[in-house]
């Protein structure tokens, strides 16, 4: 399965080159053409998947099967103390590019990236309100 408009599939197939650093029967990683970090690395099932909305579970334990030793191959090249992995779902989360796809994202302490949680908080109640509504959906599907 590919999709001929996506630019994701077209470097799965190799015909728009990237810099490839990992390949396998279903799965290949590649730099990221504009990286947060040196080392900035892609990880992508070569099926082409939307998002974790749409990937069958057994491919996405494959997939997500190749992050650690590229996790390792990846801060040690680029020197990282360490990771972030990031996997954008929709338009609203940041996704621009609509093919599966694990960023693996070098860090280290003295990195000017900004990526910190600016946590919140649950109203009386509310936490437990979304909790319930979560158990009712799973056990939906
Ligand atoms: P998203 O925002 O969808 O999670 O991330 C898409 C990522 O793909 C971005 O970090 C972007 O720099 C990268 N990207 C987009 N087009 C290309 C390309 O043609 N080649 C490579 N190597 N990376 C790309
Ligand atoms: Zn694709």
């Known amino acids: 399965m590919s999709d001929n408009s996506c630019i994701f599939c077209k470097i799965a197939a190799g015909s728009i080159p990237a810099l490839r650093v990992f390949e ?3 799965a290949i990683a590649f730099l990221d053409i504009a990286p947060l970090a040196p080392g900035h690395t892609l990880l992508i099932p070569r099926q082409h998947f939307q998002s974790i909305l749409d990937v069958p579970p057994d491919v996405l334990g494959r997939l997500s099967g190749h992050l650690p030793p590229l996790a390792r191959a990846v801060m040690k090249v680029s020197g990282a103390t360490g990771l972030n992995v ?5 338009e609203s989360s940041g996704q621009a590019v609509f093919h599966l796809h ?3 994202i ?3 302490e003295e990195d000017q990236l900004g990526f910190r949680w600016n946590a919140g908080t649950y109203g009386p109640g509310e936490d437990k309100a979304m909790q319930a509504g979560l158990l009712m959906a799973l056990k939906a599907q």
């Open 102 to 104: 694990f960023h693996l």
């Open 24 to 26: 396998s029967p279903d």
């Open 86 to 90: 990031l996997q954008n779902t929709g």
């Open 106 to 108: 070098p860090r280290t």
